[in-house]
């Protein structure tokens, strides 16, 4: 099936991007999660008004990439959340509240859609997560996830 994706899919392909994939796949992950729409001749048009939305946000050079990685690097982010006796949390942190967390740290503006969670973060501690910055660069972020 082609599909036109809308955001960022790892191992598959930018936004903008039309890429064929299986029937299963886009119809009950890809399009479901508003990461795809069905490829369409109408849906052409959308592709270019995607691609410019794309080119403001993203990060031009590799060596832009790697400045703000080293950036992202040492920035000491620390969230603080409401968490019960456990040390389980009451719902889980967001890629918007890390992105949120990083830029109240003093480190740069990060797009929440960049921050990649490995499984979602549950618990208080110590979590590291990965901001994909450019197709080759990315940083990995220690987060401190604190009860208020």
Do not use: C
Request: glycine fraction near 12%; proline fraction near 3%; charge should be positive.
């Amino acid at each position: 099936m082609k599909i036109i994706l809308t955001n960022e899919v790892s191992g598959l392909g930018a936004a903008g991007e039309v890429v064929e994939v299986r029937d299963g796949y886009a119809r009950n992950y890809l399009v479901p999660r508003g990461f795809a729409i069905r490829w369409t001749k109408g849906g052409e048009k959308d592709v270019e008004q995607i691609r410019r939305a794309r080119k403001i946000r993203e990060i031009a050079t590799i060596e832009q990439a790697n400045e703000i990685k080293g950036q992202l690097e040492g920035v000491k982010v620390r969230l603080t959340v409401q968490a019960g006796g456990q040390g389980r949390l009451f719902g889980s942190v967001t890629p918007a509240d890390i992105a949120d967390a990083i830029k109240a740290a003093g480190g740069p503006d990060v797009d929440k859609r960049r921050i990649e969670l490995g499984s979602p973060i549950k618990s208080l501690g110590a979590h590291q997560v990965s901001v994909r910055l450019h197709a080759d660069v990315a940083a990995k972020v220690d987060v401190e996830v604190a009860a208020e």
